[in-house]
Every structure is written in C-alpha cells, then in structure tokens.
C-alpha cells in the first residue's frame, strides 16, 4: 500500500470513518496512479479501514491491473447493488464530487450506513504535495517563467491580446509543458480591471497598462503565476504607485510565510498594506488558491480561513488592484511552504518594466 493511501486512512481515523467512497478521477489518479476519464459513467475506488479497498470499474476502461480487488461491471448491471454489497456498516465518507445519480440509490439501497462528507480526508492530503509531486510542480513553474519571460520580450505595441495569448499558449508547448493549465489572460488597459478578463482583440496602445496571468499543464501538475507590465510610460498617472504597492503586497505576504502561520495572516498581511494605502475596496478577491492537479485546488489564502501553514504546501499569492475603466495590477507568484520559510516558485523580475513600443 502507498504512502498517500496511508495519510488518507489515518484523516479517515481522524474524521471517525471507517470507510471512504473517492469518484473524483484526479483523486483516485492520486492514490492508486489510475488514470480514466468515466464521463458519465461510474468509476469509484472504496478506501476501508482494514486495508481491503475496492475499485469498482466499468468494462469499457482500459486498465492495467491492479493491485486492488476490482469489481467489474457492464452498463447494464446492477453497479450500484455492487457497491452496497461491499459496504460494511456504520458511517461511509463520500467524496463531493460524487453524483446525486449514484449516491441516492446507494442511500436508498443501505439505509443502515451512516453517509457523511469526506473529501477532506482526500484533499488535505493533495494540500500537502510530496517530493514527486514537488520536483513536477518546480518544473512545471520554471516553463511557465521561461514562457512568461518569452512573452515580455515578444509583446508589442499594435499586438492584440488574442496574439500574446496565443504566443503564450504555443510557447508553453514548445518547452515541454502539454499545454495550458486555465484560459491564458492577456489584458490592455481598462481590461486588466477585470480580474478574469478574456483575451480579444483589444489592440495594445503606447502608455497601456497589461496584465498578463498564465500556467501550464505538466506531467499532471498546474503553474499559474501573473505579471503586470507597461507599453512604454504609463499613459495613467497612479499606475506607478499602484504597481510599487502591489508588489510590496505580494513581498510582505511572501516574507511571513511560514509553518504555522494561519493562512487568513498571510492574507491580512498583503491586504492591510492595500487598505492602509486607501485601495482595500479595489482588491475584490481573496489573496490566493492552493493548486495541483487542476490550477485551483481545495485551500484557499482568504480572510477566513483560519488553518495553519505546513511544510509541502503550495499556493498562490497574487494580491490585486484594479481601477475600474483604468487599469488593473496583479502580481502572482506560487510559493512552496519549506521547514522553516518558504521558497517562492516564480522567479521572472516583479518590478514594473516597459515592454517596447
Ligand atoms: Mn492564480
């Protein structure tokens, strides 16, 4: 049995569960290395207490075999009786992505067990990434700089978002990544007020502030990381002092990073300098997300989430003002919670720079 199969039964034991139903494919990909797409079809793996997990598998995937009891079956059988049988009383976690079309006829077929939420059991052991999972994630986050690094010098004055974004995109492939991790943002001007903005063809003009926030899919794991840059001289007066602020936010938060920190004071950190300087109102979202296999994973850096930092985290810091109408400045970076620090993933330069005009 794998270590991660380990740490999730010892949550489980923790969280009173005897036996936990994971359906979140990436979740099971996880713990067993078995990697299906089901679509709609069911695809379960039964973590139990006393080491006899199940997997309950469809004949139409294609498998390697197990080291795993399987539980084969055909569209058209009783799939979910399958599960019931295997069940053994008392309380079952489920993991949050599982169906209302299978969990209900479960329910209803095994009134006597007690089903509870358990995703947590899963999902704080992704929180904390180990060494394999480290060593793809630093690659994964020195293409996306080299790519990023690409960008600035290729960006131009008269180019439209949609040409950076693809630029971005087919670079990501060419150093090796399989592609990008979310919709690449490139935004001009007024558009990089919007946090999520969508590339279009919105032309880059001589003084336009830009927003570029990309990451790419390696070997299973996400980057992301943001730069915020200038054509040339800001056409708009604030942007320097705007830019100056945002990156001494990401800084700060960046500098208390450590075990044991509550993740709510890392966010509090970047978001009193912003709110002290009188544009709290203007950072409208919460100071970073935890990332892996999918580039926002359970965790979150927000005002309210009172857990503590541990070694082998990593998450995003990407404080944010955006000036609706104006402009927008983010600046992210993904950091690695180490035993005593942190080590920050991102390494292209932070300060404001002009790209060519
Ligand atoms: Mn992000």
Redesign the pocket.
Known sequence: MNNRIERVLSNMKAHGLSQLIVSDPKSIKYLTGIEIEPYERLFAFLIKEDGKHVFFLNNLFTVPKTIFEEVWFSDTDDSIGMIAEKLSGGTLGIDKTWAARFLIPLMERRPDVKMVLGSDCVDDSRAIKDDTEISIMKKASEINDTVMHKALDFIKEGMTEKQVADFIDAQFIKEGATGSSFTTIVSFAGNGADPHHEPDDTVLKKGDAIVI?Q?CMYEGYAS?M?RSVVCGEPSDPEYKKVHDLVRQANEKAESIIKPGVKLCDIDAAARDLITDAGYGVYFNHRL??F?GQT??EQGDVSSVNQNTVKPGMIF?I?PGIYLPGRFGVRI?DLVLVTENGCEVLNHEDKHLKSVEY
């Open positions: 926030d990451g992301d943001t970073g997300h990332i580039d926002h995003s990407e992210e």
